[in-house]
């Protein structure tokens, strides 16, 4: 109703302070502020609120007290009671249908006449304390059989609401009919400031709406693209003062074949990387040239070189050990820092980022499905440059470990480090 409400005003729901009230069989006013509902007259139980087609709605606590104590009532029998023969049905004395009531009404019948009173009454108060709640009120709303239906119902809760500036517009209230074509209809006056709307109730359609978002929202997973995984073996990236060194001065490092990221290659040239404990051979370098030197290698090459490198973002070389370079020709640089271990990380687009709904620098988790080894990569940072290819970078231990093999994807988990149960071990498991 809501919804309806703001599009038929050509508004921003999340503008409007609107009241709605619905009032079928079972009754209830709700507050809806800024587009959140924030208050309704329904409690733990649908008991609480309104005057209802038999429900009773509120009433003073000691009424059931008197009702145990007095009429010997039980809590079947206060169920029964309030539930099922009190509301328009118990003060009218003719049943629940208004119709009915207010026919009996206009025949001068007193209890049919204080049965409208009543539920007018209690609902007028409603209407005045959700608009001090809300601070004020944009529109009014009724809807349901009665709210839709009943001229007299909408005429007695709109009185003396002047001062919340709704004033009715009784020949509209009269002759209005809502339709499934004409489902909103405004019978507030010119000059109210405050709009009073009717609305055709449509619950399968709100029911339908809020069970495809639920549905959208449970397979949400599913709905973003797969993450190419790319292996990064131990690389090299060098700035032009060390290749001046180790290769000669103005040297230009060579392509032996690009790489996945734009303007990214690997070089002809490779060296080898010098430790405490011991010498990788081969490594080769990666071009274009940088501002600052950076070894990346694996743990497993840490432990064997002897070098305790730290995890860190590409680029962020600071205060981390160095290494001594050897190039073919014999030339040997002992670099103070540069040394690192990669920082697991996916390079995206913007475009990219609107899709899987994160920004630059956001850490998140990886899942990588694989028979043997599939496994979850926490601590994955997200990198956006309208330059970069989608892609996941690992090094080797992290691919190894997951069992990779050329062409994984991995896909982005939408909830913090929650695993999931993939598979339960059975009485009926094969070793
Ligand atoms: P609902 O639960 O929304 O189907 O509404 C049922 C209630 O609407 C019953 O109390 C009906 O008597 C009432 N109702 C339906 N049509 C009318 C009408 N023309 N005038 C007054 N009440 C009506």
Request: with cysteine.
């Amino acid at each position: 109703m809501a919804q309806r409400a703001a599009e038929y005003l050509k508004a921003d729901l999340r503008q409007l302070r609107l009241i709605t009230c619905h009032l079928g069989n079972g009754a209830s006013v709700c507050a809806v502020e800024y587009g959140r509902s924030v208050e309704t007259s329904m409690g733990m139980t649908p008991l609480e609120g309104l005057v209802m087609g038999t429900r009773s709605g509120d009433l003073d606590p000691g009424i059931l007290l008197y009702l145990m104590e007095k009429e010997n009532l039980d809590r079947k029998g206060l169920d029964a009671l309030l539930n099922r023969q009190s509301g328009l049905q118990g003060l009218s004395g003719v049943g629940n249908d208004m119709r009915d009531i207010v026919e009996r009404a206009a025949e001068g019948d007193e209890a049919c006449r204080l049965a409208i009173h009543v539920f007018a009454h209690r609902l007028r108060k409603y209407i005045g304390a959700y608009a001090a709640v809300m601070g004020g009120v944009d529109a009014i709303i009724f809807t349901g059989g009665i709210g839709e239906n009943s001229a007299i119902i909408r005429h007695r809760a709109s009185q003396r609401l002047d001062f919340l500036g709704a004033s009715l517009d009784e020949d509209m209230n009269r002759d209005l009919d809502v339709t499934p074509n004409q489902p909103i209809e405004d019978i507030s006056a010119s000059h109210s400031r405050c709009k009073i709307l009717v609305v055709a109730t449509d619950e399968q359609y709100a029911i339908a709406q809020q069970t495809s978002k639920l549905i959208e929202e449970r397979y949400k997973v599913n709905t973003v693209p797969p993450i190419p995984i790319a292996v990064s073996a131990r690389h090299i990236h060098l700035c032009q003062a060390t290749v001046d060194k180790l290769f000669g001065v103005g040297y230009q490092l060579t392509e032996y074949r690009p790489l996945s990221q734009p303007g990214q290659f690997a070089c002809n040239e490779k060296l080898t990387l010098v430790g405490p404990k011991n010498r990788i051979e081969n490594v080769r370098i990666l071009g274009p040239v940088r501002d600052k030197d950076q070894v990346e290698i694996s743990r497993t090459d840490e432990f064997f070189l002897g070098i305790d490198a730290p995890i860190r973002e590409s680029g962020h070389v600071e205060n981390s050990p160095g290494i001594t370079l050897l190039a073919e020709n014999g030339n040997k640089l002992d670099i103070k820092e540069g040394v690192i271990c990669a920082w697991r990380h996916i390079h995206m687009t913007p475009e990219d980022a609107e899709i899987f709904g994160v920004q630059d620098r956001d850490v998140v988790e990886i899942r990588v499905e694989n028979e043997e080894r599939g496994l979850t990569f926490g601590n994955v940072l997200i990198r956006i440059s309208p330059k970069f290819k989608l892609e996941m970078h690992i090094d080797t231990d992290e691919a190894n470990a997951a069992e990779l093999n050329p062409g994984a994807v991995g896909a982005l988990m939408d909830t913090e480090a929650s695993g999931h149960l993939v598979k339960r071990k059975t009485q009926y498991d094969k070793v």
